[in-house]
Structures are given as C-alpha cells and as structure tokens.
C-alpha cells in the first residue's frame, strides 16, 4: 500500500486544511466542496485527512460498517448480537466521475437472483464510505442524478434503494469532499448549496513557498516512508488534537450574541433558505472545539461565515463565489455585544497556524462582477456603422431572460443532459433488446419472459431460474442529452450600434445561462473585418464564454461566410474528438454580408454545408428597423433552420419554436 504524503507536509493551503479538520472535528458541518486550479494539492490534502481520522469500531463481519456500540436496527446485515467489536482505519472511499448508479448506491445481486432466486442486495460506495471520507475528485463532471443521491444520502445519513425489486436502507454517514476546476464548468447553485464549507484554492505566487513545495515533493517521491517518518510527530499531534476536539464538542456553548450574528449575516448576504444558519453555527461550534474552547467566539462567527456562505449568496450563475469581509465585519460590529459570545475583535482563529480568509478568492482569482464598468464606444448617437467602420469598443450585456427550449431533433447518445432525447444509461425505461457487447442494464422482466419458456427444456429442479446467455436483456432508457451549442455571433459594423449589440449580447448571454442549466458544452466563433475567430474552443466551462462575450468588440465588414466556415471546421474537428455529442448551432446576425467577391453567393454556399450534415441550426434574427430585408430568415433556409427574433426568444413569446426547428430539419 503506497504511503500517503502527510498533511501537516501540505505547504500553505490553510484555508483548505482548516475546512477539512472541521469536518473531521464535526461531520455534521457537512462536507467541503474544494474550487481551485490544477496542481494545487486538493486531492493531495484529502487523501493524506484519512490517515489522521480515529480508528472505527466495527461489528465484525457487517459490511456496513456497523458501530457495534450501537447498531443500526435497520441494518440489511442485521440484527446484530451484542458483543465486543473489531477496529479498523478510517476509509476514504473514491467515487469516480464514470461511476454507475448501482455502482454508487447498490442494487439487486443479478446473480444470487438467477441462480438462487433469492433477492440479495449488493452494497455500493455509500455503505462502504459509512463512517469514512467520500471523496469525489472533478464533482461538477459528475452526472447529476449521481450527485442528488450522493448529496441526498449526505444530508439524510442513510441511502435508500428502491429498485427492481428491492427495498433497502442503510445509514450512510461520511465526510464528503468535492474537488473541482471551475474552468471546467460549474455545480448547479441548489447542488453548491448542499456542501457545508467551500474554499477557493490556488498556487502560490510567492518564490520561496514554490520552492518548498517542489523541494517536498522531490524528497516525498523519493522515499515515501522515510518523508512520512520524519512528519510523523506533528501528524500525532493532529491526530490527538482531532481527539481532543471532537471529545469537547458536546460541552461547546453557542450564546445567544452569536446566533443572532449568525442569523444577521446571512439575512445581510441574502442567502436562501436556512441551511447556511444551521452550517454555520456547527462550524463555529467546530471552531471553538478545535481551538480549545467551550464557548463560541465572534471571531469563530467571522470564520464560519468565509467558510459556509460564499458558495451560498444570490448571484448571479457566472459570479465566482467570494463575500464582501467589508460588510460581513460591519454586520457583526452591528450585532456585537448583544447576549453572549463575542470576542475581542474581528481577527482570525489559530487553527493551528492558518489565518482567515475562508473560501474567499485570492488576488489572483480574476476579475469579479462588477469590477470592469461599461467603456465608451464610439458611434453613441445610437445609428449602426458603416459596414467599413473601424473597431469599436465593447458594450455590456443587456439583462439576461428566460429562453426558449431549443433542442436538436431526434434521439442520440450524447453524454447526460437537460436539452435533447437521447438513448442514455439513466432516465426511464422504455423497453428492452439483446446486449450489444458487455450487459449493462439488466432488464430482469424481459429476461426472465425470455427464459420461462424453455425451463423445462433445461431441466430445471429448484427455486433457481435457469438462464442462459440468449436470455439476458439489455434495458433500453431514454433521457436528456447534454449537446454542443455553437454560438456564431456577428460582431460586424453592421450590428455595431450601441442599443443593438447590448441586446443581442443579452440575447446570448441569455442562450448560455440556459446551456449552463442544461449541462452543454459551448463554443463561440465570431467574425467581423476580414474573417473570423474561434474565441473559445468548445468547452464545458460555459462562464469562460460569458467573459469572452463580455469583452467582444465590433466593427469592420460583414464576413459571414468565414464565420460559417470556420463554426462548419470546429464541427469537423469536435465530431473527431467526440462523435456521440451532437451539435447545436446558433447565429446571431442581421443576415447581411459584405466583403469580399461575391459575399452572398458564399455565405449561401457556405450555408448549404450545415444543411448537407443536418446540423441542428438556429438563427436569432437581429435585424431592427421600420424596413427589414429578411436576410436572416433567407439565411435560416440554406441552413435548413429557423429563423427567430430577438423578442421571439424569450420563453414567453411564441409557442412552437422547438417544433420549427424539428419540422425543418426533418
């Protein structure tokens, strides 16, 4: 077994470490959800936790890990018999993102079943994280159905299957920690909101942090033992200090000043809901646990509130998280000196070293919103350019609306979704056929129908079913598809004038919020001048296209054949890459082109390759004005699309656009 680095060798990061040890103190907090680049020790940090976590007292031979103290009554192994237990380290349990809904919550013994005709229930990751770490590393690529029974489970602290037969429960109580890049897409806010904690992580920029970051390394991978041995002490002193923490836990006092300081924040950060009350006085509970205490402080109220609320703020879906700690001290100084609990001030906790901050991004977390204002751009009376006019500086997005459903035609077999039917291995079934390949949905009606017939044939003596490997049935399910949504966006001087490309940027940014919801993957091309741009390569992160979108400014010709040509080359190249994901394309245009021989002529032709490949197309038609040329609606045509404008968008206006689109691409 390989030796796990240590976590008091763990270099900075004390942000990260104190949301693991409070979770460790109290698992009641609920979790921690770990945001942050690569290479930051996020999986190194929650590896090296378990081996600092108490030992288990077990009921031997229970593979639910059963506390013999106090067994489950509900126990699928038991009733257990009183008696002395078996001790075993803490488990830290991997979920992988491709894991099975069997695979995570368990399910029928297909086996026993056949052979025995016995119902027995095969236990899955949750009962073999009971009383351990859970740990999924890239959360936000996780399936959701996976993620609502993983967080459901964590919440509840039992699973419940029900399923081909089988009724179970089993307690389910762990440590669950998330790790994810948000550059490669976000979690949903109401699945963010069910992590208790959540930190922002990032190297370093200091040389001499750098430098003992490699110089540890190096010397742990070249001999894991002997680096181990030399932190041994101040892991023990961890350890035992975990031990201390959790045994003081129930002797915590938490006065009636710092629940109300609690309660003021998060009615100050507008939070939803009353779980961000709830997690934060158990961490602040926790805190004052770890640091020795039996009363709860301001300052632990301050640190809590960095650590369980940022994640949870009304926001809008493409703001990173983070918590103004200007209003958060004015809300406690407010509330301060009220009942009991306060501190002297507002400075943080020593948590073994680590100072605040809490999930709150670092100087080099980028930009948040409302950092960058609107800059002038030229042509302010409102009037389009002309199609030659030079670049012009960007314009904000006008606010944001609810779209209509926009959906490619058909049935595929995409990646888990919200847009499109697809063939996909959750969802609901809709019948059964012979496996292609290895079984992977038994489909047991089907099976079962298939072999009755020839049992006596088979010489059948028993309760078992005789089944032979012509009997099995594969179960067909069919549910929603994630697609890939194409945005062409006409950045020209012909859609340059100030009003319009506020709308039009509203219009897309509108489009993205709705693939953001419905887990697509997105791409932007843009053209203007003399060609065309990928300005982002298609991606899950769809608020990395929302900052391009931000920043995009205008001017210059009208090269709508080049941005057909290089969106129809992206095509080409995402289908290699990922053949199962099919495309959405959307252009947003006045329809014109200029430029160039022949413009039209071009962009028709250019047109006529989507229609060839049935690509799935819309165009958002951003032609204004008391006279329209209809250019769009020409354009949507040789697309072998439908044309929709602005106002059409929005989820309010006409019905039917969806069916448009089916009924064209037919």
Known sequence: MTTPFPFTAVVGQDDLRLALLLNAVSPAVGGVLVRGEKGT???????????????????????????????????????HEPGPGATRAARMVELPVGASEDRLVGALDIERALSEGVKAFEPGLLAEAHRGIL?????????????????????MGASYV?????????????????????EEGELRPQLLDRFGLTVEVAASREPDQRVEVVRRRLAYDDDPDGFAARWAEEEAAV?????????????VRLGDGALRQIAATCAAFEVDGMRADIVMARTATALAAWAGRTDVLAEDVRQAALLALPHRRRRNPFDAPGLDEDKLDETLEQFSGEGEGEGEGDGDPDPDGPGGGGGQPGPDAGPQDGDTAARPEAGEGGEP????????????????????????????????????????????????????????KLHLAATVQAAAPHQQARGRSGPGL??????????????REGNLVLFVVDASGSMAARQRMSAVKGAVLSLLLDAYQRRDKVGLVTFRGSGAEVALPPTSSVDAAAARLEVLPTGGRTPLAAGLLKAHDVLRVERLRDAARRPLVV????????????????????????????????????????????????????????????DELRADSIAGLVKDVQRRAA
Not at 49 to 78: H, I, N, Q, W
């Open 162 to 182: 029900e399923r081909e037969g089988v009724s179970v429960r089993h307690a389910a109580r762990f440590l669950l920690v998330g790790t994810m890049n948000p």
């Open 41 to 79: 020790a996020k999986s190194t940090a929650v590896r090296a936790l378990s081996a600092l976590l108490p030992e288990v007292a077990v009921v031997p031979g229970c593979r639910f890990s059963c506390d013999p103290a106090s067994p489950d009554p509900a126990c699928p192994d038991g009733p």
């Open 587 to 646: 252009v947003v245009t006045d329809g014109r082109a200029t430029g160039g021989p022949e413009p039209v002529a071009l962009a028709s032709r250019a047109a006529r390759l989507f229609a060839a490949d049935g690509v799935a197309s819309v165009v958002v038609d951003c032609e204004s004005g008391p006279v329209r040329l209809g250019l769009a609606g020409q354009l949507a045509g040789e697309l072998g699309g439908t044309a929709v404008t602005l």
């Open 385 to 440: 350019q002309p199609s030659g006019a030079g670049e012009q500086s960007a314009v904000r997005a006008a606010e944001p609306f609810r779209t209509k459903m926009l959906s490619v035609p058909g049935i595929g077999e995409g990646a888990a979704g919200r847009r499109s039917r697809a063939r996909t291995e959750h969802g609901r079934t809709t019948g059964a056929r012979r496996p292609r390949g290895a079984l992977t």
């Open 466 to 479: 005789v089944v032979r490997r012509d009997d099995l049935r594969q179960a067909t399910r069919e549910g």
């Open 239 to 251: 350890r035992a200090r975990i031990a201390a923490a959790r045994e003081l836990l129930p002797r």
């Open 135 to 155: 740990y999924v590393d890239e959360v936000n690529l996780l399936h959701d159905h996976l993620v609502d029974l993983l967080l459901d489970a964590a919440a």
